[in-house]
């Protein structure tokens, strides 16, 4: 008899996390926790780990021990960009496995839940009054692209959480791309906007989340982590890529 699933084997394919890498130790413990929350939401999955660059295991080698096993790529980034359109098809293209790349983690709802989420814990006011609203504003910083399409994808990301907050979100970002986070402050505040948080739009810490924190004049969430909205994000481009038939081996 015929199975009527799209995709058929004893086991689903892989989940491979694909991360750019840091030298911050603090990147690498991130994912581990954040792959542990995927582990708790789908028992019996296997989830592996494999970086672009900077860290152990590289993306090459994880998908090289995986053998004849299938995988879907979901790429630790918040847009696109040439990691996701080169980068990472040319590196499974390399390994010759069967393999579909997700798209990037963003722009997407769950992001903005747990952007929202940092910003309370850093203390943004649960319940902002009218004056508080109109004093108040967001710079949502990221790392920044040369890619235009990363930039729409960032602008989409700050809409969201613009309706969420009800203040002005304005994307900012650390390398590659305008406005950088001192200047977006100054565009804020030129619009009466002096009462500024830093939302860190990046998968977790480095050089880049620091940089941009630091020129918080008020406060500043920490990055997105293992956030289990994150996570759940995570098997969501998974599914998608099982949505539909898988080529046979060859």
Same mark, same amino acid.
């Given at each position: 008899?015929?199975?009527? =699933?799209?995709?058929?084997?004893?086991?689903?394919?892989?989940?491979?996390?694909?991360? =750019?890498?840091?030298? *911050?130790?603090?990147?690498?413990? #991130?994912?581990?926790?954040?792959?542990?929350?995927?582990?708790?939401?789908?028992?019996?999955?296997?989830?592996?780990?494999?970086?672009?660059?900077?860290? @152990?295991?590289?993306?090459? *080698?994880?998908?090289?021990?995986?053998?004849?096993?299938?995988?879907?790529?979901?790429?630790?980034?918040?847009?696109?960009?040439?990691?996701?359109?080169?980068?990472?098809?040319?590196?499974?293209?390399?390994?010759?496995?069967?393999?579909?790349?997700?798209?990037?983690?963003?722009?997407?709802?769950?992001?903005?839940?747990?952007?929202?989420?940092?910003?309370?814990?850093?203390?943004?006011?649960?319940?902002?009054?009218?004056? @508080?609203?109109?004093?108040?504003?967001?710079?949502?910083?990221?790392?920044?692209?040369?890619?235009?399409?990363?930039?729409?994808?960032?602008?989409?990301?700050?809409?969201?959480?613009?309706?969420?907050?009800?203040?002005?979100?304005?994307?900012?970002?650390?390398?590659?791309?305008?406005? #950088?986070?001192?200047?977006?402050?100054?565009?804020?505040?030129?619009?009466?906007?002096?009462?500024?948080?830093?939302?860190?739009?990046?998968?977790?810490?480095?050089?880049?989340?620091?940089?941009?924190?630091?020129?918080?004049?008020?406060?500043?969430?920490?990055?997105?982590? *293992? =956030?289990?909205?994150?996570?759940?994000?995570?098997?969501?481009?998974?599914?998608?890529?099982?949505?539909?038939?898988?080529?046979?081996?060859?």
């Amino acid at each position: 008899m015929t199975p009527s =699933h799209p995709y058929f084997a004893p086991s689903p394919p892989a989940l491979v996390l694909v991360a =750019h890498g840091s030298r *911050d130790r603090r990147a690498l413990a #991130t994912v581990t926790t954040l792959m542990d929350r995927i582990r708790e939401l789908r028992p019996g999955l296997a989830v592996h780990l494999g970086h672009i660059e900077l860290n @152990e295991p590289l993306l090459p *080698d994880t998908l090289a021990a995986l053998g004849d096993t299938p995988a879907v790529l979901v790429p630790l980034l918040l847009s696109r960009g040439y990691h996701v359109k080169q980068d990472i098809p040319e590196m499974a293209a390399m390994a010759r496995v069967r393999a579909r790349v997700a798209p990037p983690l963003g722009p997407h709802s769950l992001l903005a839940e747990a952007l929202r989420d940092r910003l309370l814990e850093a203390g943004w006011p649960t319940a902002p009054d009218a004056a @508080e609203r109109r004093d108040s504003a967001v710079i949502l910083a990221a790392a920044g692209s040369r890619d235009p399409d990363s930039a729409t994808d960032t602008r989409r990301t700050a809409r969201l959480l613009a309706a969420r907050l009800g203040v002005p979100v304005l994307p900012a970002y650390a390398s590659a791309a305008t406005p #950088t986070v001192p200047t977006a402050l100054r565009v804020l505040a030129a619009r009466g906007r002096h009462r500024v948080a830093i939302a860190s739009y990046f998968t977790a810490p480095g050089r880049f989340a620091t940089q941009c924190a630091e020129a918080a004049p008020w406060i500043a969430s920490a990055p997105l982590g *293992d =956030h289990p909205a994150m996570a759940r994000l995570i098997l969501n481009r998974y599914e998608g890529c099982l949505a539909t038939p898988w080529a046979a081996a060859a």
